[in-house]
């Protein structure tokens, strides 16, 4: 996989016909190449994992961006509460 371009860049590979437009499984829009790059040069991504016990965050991140961010929700309220709920019938 290449990395991000900048979006006038993808905006000439489909007005040349060297790319067409598609999505992925969540509906998020990308462009795929139809022929070989000119150059594939790849950067160095981190990847980055902070556990918590309500909430956790993840981010890619290269030299130059931030590639992705994610603030997730955790069930462990919910979860602690059902199974207070699973002894008690007990």
Known sequence: PLMPTKPSRARRW???????????????FCVQLLQEPSG???QEIAVGID??????GVGAVSSKATLFKAHLQLPFKSVTQKMTARRILR
């Open 51 to 56: 556990p918590g016990k309500l909430y956790s």
């Open 40 to 42: 594939e040069e790849t």
């Open 14 to 28: 489909l007005k040349e016909g060297k790319a067409k437009v598609a999505y992925n499984d969540l509906g998020v």
